[in-house]
């Protein structure tokens, strides 16, 4: 075994025993709290991308159907119309605020819970309590191999949502919905026409797919259910287009995988006029799977015409060094489109003043997200804000 193996395994086996605490609070927390969850019919979706569209998609049906829901997802917990400012990075807060949180939903009346759920929530038991009566499998592709290893130990993690679950809703489409052996309810593609736009792609059908299975498990008025998503509003950081009075296109999305990065490049391809550009700026978080890297340095450059390379949440990682792992994927017929600049509102910059009319300009990485992480020091940060800001400073040259 070579010595980064060895290390890897080290840390694997360091997190089982870390998990040991792990479950002990979970099980402390879930009893403080009354065992709130048991009190509620909770939706869990799980995957690698299209978890936080799910979940609001559903969520917004729900809601529409007059069912009192609440929601906690990577962008945030709501407990019907009221958004909560719950202040974690992570989608899945440990257990102690887990619970709180369900236990505060109980008491406001809520019925449905519906929940996104990460592989480290179920590795470390963060959704402990949670008798999930819905489980949602949207696709496992390639990410968090930084701690899971290989893509064996991180599917059969994503996998454990499914131990206990009345219904399994399943992408018959990818290749995970072989490994659950329980009562499936498979989907694909939606069928629906007039899609809102934000919508838009082959990647968001499977999202539509994945709620209309799951709302239609609970019974809900498919005509309803057809209305809600025709009139979707969106996802923050999720395909979030800013219209600031440019006459280029800028969409913000929290792609941060290769093949989310990959999806929404394939679509915004689809969208651009003929003989436009379409120019992506993006980075890699730092301290994280570094194995993904080079992946997203090739389906970037494969699919943009301009790709520039910038910061993410660096950590305590030097911003070159991650660069250079993704450029490393990226082949040598393509290297005269790319462009390293380390500083990310630099790289936004950058990526305006040279789109033209009909253009789009591709934010990926960091989405709804509101601080950025460089060193020890979280400084606050919004890819949308910064991007209407750079537009506002180049207005009188537009």
């Avoid at 869990?44 to 009192?68: M, P, S, W």
């Avoid at 759920?117 to 309590?129: C, I, K, N």
């Avoid at 969409?251 to 915004?268: S, Y």
Wanted: proline share 3%; net charge positive.
């Amino acid at each position: 075994m070579d010595q980064k193996k060895f290390k890897a395994e080290v840390k694997w086996k360091v997190q089982r025993v870390k998990n040991l605490w792990h479950f002990v609070r979970a099980v402390w927390a879930v009893a403080r709290n009354g065992y709130p969850a048991r009190k509620l019919t909770v939706i869990g979706v799980t995957g690698t991308d299209g978890k936080t569209t799910t979940c609001t998609l559903i969520y917004e049906i729900l809601k529409a159907a007059g069912y009192k829901t609440g929601l906690i997802s990577t962008v945030s917990a709501k407990i019907g119309d009221e958004e909560i400012d719950t202040g974690f990075h992570t989608t899945n807060p440990d257990a102690t605020l887990m619970q709180k949180i369900i236990a505060r939903m109980v008491k406001e009346g809520v019925t449905h819970l519906v929940l996104e759920v990460t592989a480290h929530g179920l590795d470390q038991y963060r959704v402990m309590g949670c008798n999930f009566y819905i489980g949602v499998l949207t696709n496992i592709t390639h990410e968090h191999l930084d701690d899971f290893i290989d893509m064996t130990r991180y599917q059969n993690t994503k996998l454990k949502l499914f131990k206990r679950v009345k219904y399994a809703v399943l992408n018959q489409d990818d290749p995970s919905y072989k490994m659950i052996n329980v009562k499936t309810i498979p989907y694909g593609k939606t069928k629906i026409r007039n899609i809102a736009e934000v919508l838009a792609g082959d990647y968001n059908k499977y999202n539509i797919g994945a709620a209309e299975a799951v709302v239609g498990i609970l019974k809900v008025n498919k005509r309803l259910s057809d209305q809600v998503i025709k009139s979707f509003g969106g996802v923050p950081g999720r395909r979030e287009e800013v219209k600031a009075g440019q006459k280029f296109r800028v969409i913000v999305d929290f792609a941060h995988t290769p093949n989310a990065l990959e999806q929404v490049l394939k679509q915004l391809k689809k969208e651009l006029p003929e003989n436009k550009k379409l120019i992506a700026v993006f980075g890699a978080t730092g301290e994280r799977d570094k194995t993904k890297r080079p992946m997203m340095g090739e389906a970037a450059s494969r699919l943009a015409d301009v790709v520039i390379i910038t910061s993410d949440d660096t950590r305590m990682e030097s911003q070159d060094e991650i660069a250079e792992q993704i450029m490393s994927g990226i082949n040598k017929r393509y290297s005269d489109k790319v462009i390293k600049i380390n500083d990310r509102r630099e790289a936004i910059r950058r990526a305006f003043k040279m789109a033209k009319a009909g253009d789009i300009v591709l934010i990926a990485g960091k989405g709804h997200e509101k601080t950025i992480l460089i060193g020890k020091q979280d400084r606050p940060w919004s890819d949308a804000g910064v991007a209407r800001e750079e537009i506002d400073k180049l207005r009188p040259i537009m």
